[in-house]
Nanobody, 126 residues
Framework: QVQLVESEGGLVQTGGSLRLSCAASGLTFSSYAVGWFRQAPGKEREFVAAISWSGGTSRYADSVKGRFTISRDNAKNTVYLQMNSLKPDDTAVYYC???????????????????WGQGTQVTVSS
């Protein structure tokens, strides 16, 4: 069974930190770029961060640059999103996704991803 499973999110205060993980099973993971996206109530799903298949290249949305860090451990089929200096605007459901085409540096477009996790809620209180 193909699965991407995000770790539990949570409720944090402004300025706090949270680390999300995304574990893959039933699919090839190490040869593909992986992205994190988020969706706030009433808004479209938006790009947060992506990492290349090797982990050598990463890219970030301007809104999280300098605060979030994406990383991966291919031996564990897991990708991480370290979120620091959290703000109320970061409140959303966070999704990880595997790109449909192998290789690549990590697309910012949702339609370039074929497998998605179920999402995990992150709430930042002011």
């Amino acid at each position: 069974q193909v699965q991407l499973v995000e770790s539990e999110g949570g409720l944090v205060q402004t300025g706090g930190s949270l680390r999300l993980s995304c574990a893959a099973s039933g699919l090839t993971f190490s040869s593909y770029a992986v992205g994190w996206f988020r969706q706030a109530p009433g808004k479209e799903r938006e790009f947060v961060a992506a990492i290349s298949w090797s982990g050598g290249t990463s890219r970030y949305a301007d809104s999280v640059k300098g605060r979030f860090t994406i990383s991966r451990d291919n031996a564990k089929n897991t990708v991480y999103l370290q979120m620091n200096s959290l703000k109320p605007d970061d409140t959303a459901v966070y999704y990880c996704a595997r790109q449909s085409v192998s290789g690549g540096l990590g697309s910012i477009r949702t339609y370039d991803y074929v497998y998605w996790g179920q999402g995990t809620q992150v709430t930042v209180s002011s």
